[in-house]
């Protein structure tokens, strides 16, 4: 029995003239997947995509998973292709769906016909349908309202398609329909699913990380790799850009009061980060705070980082609880890397008592103690590029 993926994409993305745009991005990023998992033919009609496998090596369960993992797409499901007679939808309705149905209590049978000039219109084809699981699974019921598995039958133009329930798929946008930010990337849990919630919104992604030779180690710089290749799986590749810290953070404890430190860190980062977004012609920064989570996340703290740069800064987590972001990272796999206990520059040289309420003012009279340009040019100057190519 021939089988094939089919993906649907949310309408509400495909309004005017950005549709075959839209349509060609998430193509283009089924058929990169495809690749990595055998011989598919990837192919697009009604607003669906297809991908048809061409022979027995090509895995469709690995296929159907990366599917689902693609922003843009709303719907992931595995059919049956027949003819578009009767006979034939009825065996294959016979042959392939009780596999699917073993262990459910209730089904409903949906039917829609791109072909009109197919003899049954969808309520009699559904009641065929429903008919012929009755008789095939008699441990099932019909529940119009709730049922376990909906069962889709579909007459198009290429053939028929019997469907034992579609699985949700990864939602959003396609990655680049958005235009490109930069993720501020620490080792942490936050920004990893910060860079997750701006790629579902079709933002394709870079990042910058700040490391803190030797305070920080070669081990944290692995970990923020491989957190951006965990993250790649859905954002397509990343480019990851590291900037030492730490002669800044060095003047900074030479220099500067005490209780200063992080928010004037943070503006160095944000300042840092702005220059190269600009080069890289991304259109905003990212980061993972939330308000309130820790003292340079308070309402004041964050005016004070926001004020180093004019750049739009977008903080996907603002409102969510720490909670909610773990369950996100655990969802999308950057958890457990997220964990690993090594140290982030940020958590070198941590004031004692940092300032919750800062005013701008103080915080650039302590600026102005050093030459802040001069220690940006100084560290950009310090830039590496890891390529990180995704795996799909
Ligand atoms: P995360 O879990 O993302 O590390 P956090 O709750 O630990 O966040 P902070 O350490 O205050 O919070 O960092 C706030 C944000 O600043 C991070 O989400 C990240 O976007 C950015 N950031 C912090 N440290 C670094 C770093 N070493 N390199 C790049 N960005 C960083
Ligand atoms: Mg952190």
Same mark, same amino acid.
């Given at each position: 029995? #021939?089988?094939?993926? !089919?993906?649907?994409?949310?309408?509400?993305?495909?309004? %005017?003239?950005?549709? #075959?745009?839209?349509?060609?991005?998430?193509?283009?990023?089924?058929?990169?997947?495809?690749?990595?998992?055998? /011989?598919?033919?990837?192919?697009?009609?009604?607003?669906?995509?297809?991908?048809? /496998?061409?022979?027995?090596?090509?895995?469709?369960?690995?296929?159907?998973?990366? $599917?689902?993992?693609?922003?843009?797409?709303?719907?992931?499901?595995?059919?049956?292709?027949?003819? #578009?007679?009767?006979?034939?939808?009825?065996?294959?309705?016979?042959?392939?769906?009780?596999?699917? !149905?073993?262990?459910?209590?209730?089904?409903?049978?949906?039917?829609?016909?791109?072909?009109?000039?197919?003899?049954?219109?969808?309520? *009699?084809?559904?009641?065929?349908?429903?008919?012929?699981?009755?008789?095939?699974?008699?441990? !099932?019921?019909?529940?119009?309202?709730?049922?376990?598995?909906?069962?889709?039958?579909?007459?198009?133009?290429?053939?028929?398609?019997?469907?034992?329930?579609?699985?949700?798929?990864?939602?959003?946008?396609?990655? %680049?329909?958005?235009?490109?930010?930069?993720?501020?990337?620490?080792? %942490?849990?936050?920004? /990893?699913?910060?860079?997750?919630?701006?790629?579902?919104?079709?933002? #394709?992604?870079?990042?910058?990380?700040?490391?803190?030779? /030797?305070?920080?180690?070669?081990?944290?710089?692995?970990?923020? =790799? +491989?957190?951006?290749?965990?993250?790649?799986?859905? *954002?397509?590749?990343?480019?990851? &850009?590291?900037?030492?810290?730490?002669?800044?953070? @060095?003047?900074?404890?030479? &220099?500067?009061?005490?209780?200063?430190?992080?928010?004037?860190?943070?503006?160095?980062?944000?300042?840092?980060?702005?220059?190269?977004? $600009?080069?890289?012609?991304?259109?905003?920064?990212?980061?993972?705070?939330?308000?309130?989570?820790? $003292?340079?996340?308070?309402?004041?703290?964050?005016?004070?980082?926001?004020?180093?740069?004019?750049?739009?800064?977008?903080?996907?987590?603002?409102?969510?609880?720490? +909670?909610?972001?773990?369950? !996100?990272?655990?969802?999308?796999?950057?958890? @457990?890397?997220?964990?690993?206990?090594?140290?982030?520059?940020?958590?070198?040289?941590?004031?004692?008592?940092?300032?919750?309420?800062?005013? =701008?003012?103080?915080?650039?009279?302590?600026?102005?103690?050093?030459?802040?340009? $001069?220690?940006?040019?100084?560290?950009?100057?310090?830039?590496?590029?890891?390529?990180?190519?995704?795996?799909?």
């Amino acid at each position: 029995m #021939k089988e094939i993926i !089919l993906c649907k994409y949310g309408e509400i993305v495909l309004k %005017g003239a950005n549709k #075959k745009n839209f349509e060609d991005m998430l193509t283009r990023e089924i058929k990169k997947r495809a690749a990595a998992y055998g /011989p598919f033919d990837v192919y697009r009609s009604q607003s669906t995509i297809y991908i048809q /496998p061409e022979d027995d090596t090509a895995d469709m369960d690995g296929m159907f998973e990366a $599917a689902r993992r693609v922003f843009g797409i709303v719907t992931v499901s595995r059919a049956a292709v027949c003819d #578009k007679s009767m006979d034939s939808i009825r065996a294959t309705a016979r042959a392939y769906l009780p596999a699917f !149905l073993t262990g459910k209590k209730t089904f409903k049978v949906e039917s829609k016909r791109s072909d009109k000039a197919f003899p049954l219109d969808s309520m *009699a084809l559904s009641r065929e349908i429903g008919g012929e699981v009755l008789s095939a699974c008699h441990w !099932l019921r019909v529940d119009v309202h709730e049922p376990d598995v909906t069962v889709r039958v579909e007459i198009r133009e290429y053939g028929a398609y019997v469907s034992a329930g579609s699985f949700k798929g990864a939602g959003g946008m396609p990655v %680049g329909s958005n235009g490109k930010g930069l993720l501020l990337l620490s080792g %942490g849990i936050d920004s /990893p699913v910060a860079g997750y919630m701006l790629a579902k919104r079709g933002v #394709k992604i870079e990042a910058v990380h700040f490391e803190s030779f /030797p305070y920080t180690s070669e081990r944290a710089k692995e970990k923020v =790799l +491989e957190l951006a290749r965990l993250v790649a799986v859905y *954002a397509g590749d990343i480019r990851v &850009h590291v900037v030492s810290l730490t002669h800044i953070q @060095e003047e900074l404890v030479k &220099h500067c009061q005490e209780d200063y430190f992080t928010l004037l860190l943070r503006r160095y980062m944000m300042a840092i980060a702005e220059k190269i977004a $600009a080069q890289r012609g991304c259109g905003a920064l990212i980061t993972g705070e939330s308000v309130g989570q820790v $003292a340079s996340q308070t309402m004041q703290a964050i005016g004070v980082t926001d004020n180093a740069v004019s750049m739009p800064v977008f903080r996907p987590c603002i409102g969510m609880d720490k +909670e909610e972001i773990v369950q !996100l990272s655990r969802a999308i796999g950057t958890f @457990e890397t997220s964990i690993l206990p090594y140290e982030d520059c940020c958590t070198v040289f941590t004031p004692k008592h940092p300032k919750t309420r800062p005013e =701008l003012e103080k915080v650039l009279v302590e600026e102005r103690k050093l030459d802040f340009d $001069a220690l940006v040019e100084e560290a950009l100057a310090t830039l590496t590029t890891e390529y990180i190519e995704a795996q799909y």
